[in-house]
């Protein structure tokens, strides 16, 4: 689906402000775009979890692309509703994000964001760059993302990932170095940085790891250690689309405080 | 280069040489994520590219020429004029966006297949992990904290996740991979399986893996970039042998 005129956007409506079928008649393109964009929503989706980074990620993707209206269901993993029939028909994994657009099933966060930036790619915000330098800057953060994020479940998930008989306290210091050495490496990414990732727009980089970032503070972790990324956290956390889809069971609250020594 | 049926291979014009003489890639050999870039940098018909094998065994991925491009120390380390992309499905994403029209299509823009090529690229990675658990157990785990029965359960996880990607491969056939034809799904993934067998994985009880193996083994970008010390001996390890 390739559209004249690349970095083109649809004005913010509110789709519940429009009355079929009038709408249908306008040859207007901002209108046009938004009919399509709420018809395809309709046709998605989305199966997740609060406060999970990669399903988080998915659902600011959505809202960036102007694909609000799409089918959505919360599930709690406390109570294991990832292993759930429902989730398994999507992905036999049995996790979250589980994510379908018709027939099109994508249970990998980046995968469902690469494929709804590449088919949207001329509605909502653009969240790839145009330029070599921001392109490549990008993809290597967004990968670089995943040692972030393992590092930080393998503090946090220690005991559950591991059984009582194999759990060192060695490896609960070194798990908990290799997180510190990992947010310091980010810290210094972040240096110098306006208010985005990468160059001066909002692009698959915040998508992608802002959740992380939330995820680490809401879970403890030191704004004072880490002012870089706190300044981030604090610049972004207002965007419309990560307020819309602020994780729910954060609002009561502040979560576990076992980060706090990293 | 042998006729492969691949028309994008040999019918494609020829590259400016410029653009991959700007590009040098620091590389070990047999680390799966060092050979997805060098089988995109094939396909992108980009050979040409500087490029420096350095020595994991010798600790030269902590060098000083590596900790300029990858202040992580890990390989690959790819540079592209002033772009630098260490991570390996990163640097093929990027290499796939700036050069689209030229060499093969990695990526296909119909919804479902691209769908699919991202899908199984991602799961690739945890595919990546769950070899590595097993492969590099006593890399990754300091001796006093190894267990027979951690290594068991990495073992069960690595087995489970190699009999998802048999059943992905039911179909395998000529042109017909893990999304269709050739992508990124397959430059990100096909090193892992290689890697696999090259540790004795089971041919007998992973067949459509075994023959998604042998078919790809010739095709050009990927006979061009196979790692060179496997090429040297016919053994390897055996560590996969009983899953």
């Known amino acids: 689906m390739w559209w004249v005129g690349a970095g083109y956007k649809t004005r913010n409506v509110d789709p519940s402000a429009l009355t079929p079928p009038s709408f249908l008649l306008l040859n207007s393109r901002p209108q046009l775009l938004l009919v399509i964009s709420v018809t395809m929503a309709k046709d998605m989706t989305l199966l997740w979890a609060s406060g999970s980074p990669p399903c988080w990620g998915v659902q600011i993707a959505l809202e960036e692309k102007n694909l609000q209206g799409y089918n959505q269901k919360l599930l709690s993993v406390a109570k294991g509703e990832q292993k759930s029939k429902e989730v398994l028909e999507i992905n036999p994994r049995g996790q979250l994000p589980a994510f379908k657009h018709g027939k099109i099933i994508l249970n990998e966060s980046y995968a469902a964001c690469l494929y709804l930036e590449n088919q949207f790619k001329s509605q909502g915000t653009q969240l790839i760059p145009e330029g070599a330098a921001e392109v490549g800057l990008m993809y290597q953060l967004i990968f670089e993302a995943q040692p972030l994020a393992q590092k930080i479940g393998e503090v946090l998930y220690y005991n559950w990932k591991v059984p009582e008989g194999e759990r060192h306290d060695s490896a609960v210091q070194r798990n908990k170095e290799a997180l510190k050495e990992e947010m310091k490496i980010w810290e210094g990414h972040l240096q110098g940085c306006g208010d985005f990732l990468v160059g001066k727009s909002f692009s698959l980089a915040d998508v992608i790891i802002f959740p992380v970032f939330a995820y680490f503070i809401r879970n403890g972790g030191s704004e004072e250690r880490y002012p870089n990324v706190a300044a981030y956290y604090k610049k972004l956390r207002d965007r419309p689309s990560i307020k819309k889809t602020w994780p729910p069971t954060w609002i009561d609250g502040p979560g576990m405080g076992t980060l706090k020594d990293i | ?243």
Not at chain 2, 12 to 22: E, F, G, R, T, Y
Not at chain 2, 118 to 134: C, W, Y
Not at chain 2, 162 to 183: C, K
């Open chain 2, 1 to 243: 280069m042998t006729s492969s049926g691949f028309p994008g291979c040999q019918s494609a014009p020829a590259v400016p040489a410029h653009m991959a003489k700007s590009m040098s890639l620091l590389w070990g050999a047999g680390s799966p994520p060092c050979w997805r870039v060098m089988i995109t940098l094939e396909e992108k018909r980009l050979q040409g590219y500087k490029r420096k094998l350095l020595s994991f065994q010798k600790g030269e991925h902590k060098s000083q020429e590596v900790l300029e491009v990858n202040p992580r120390g890990q390989l690959p380390a790819f540079r592209h004029g002033d772009v630098v992309v260490n991570e390996s499905t990163a640097a093929c994403l990027y290499l796939e966006n700036r050069f689209q029209s030229q060499g093969n299509r990695l990526i296909p823009d119909s919804p479902a297949e691209q769908a699919l090529v991202f899908q199984r690229m991602m799961e690739g990675l945890t595919l990546t992990d769950r070899l590595n658990s097993v492969i590099y157990y006593d890399l990754l785990v300091p001796e006093e904290e190894r267990h027979d029965s951690a290594l068991k359960r990495s073992k069960e996880t690595l087995s489970t996740e190699l009999q998802l990607w048999e059943g992905y491969l039911q179909n395998v056939a000529a042109g017909s991979y893990l999304a269709g034809p050739f992508s990124l799904a397959d430059v990100v993934v096909y090193p892992n399986v290689a890697f696999a067998f090259r540790f004795g994985l089971s041919a007998g009880r992973f067949p459509k893996l075994a023959k998604y193996y042998s078919l790809l083994k010739e095709r050009p970008s990927i006979k061009a970039s196979w790692p060179p010390q496997w090429m040297s001996s016919r053994q390897g390890y055996d560590v996969l042998k009983d899953l």
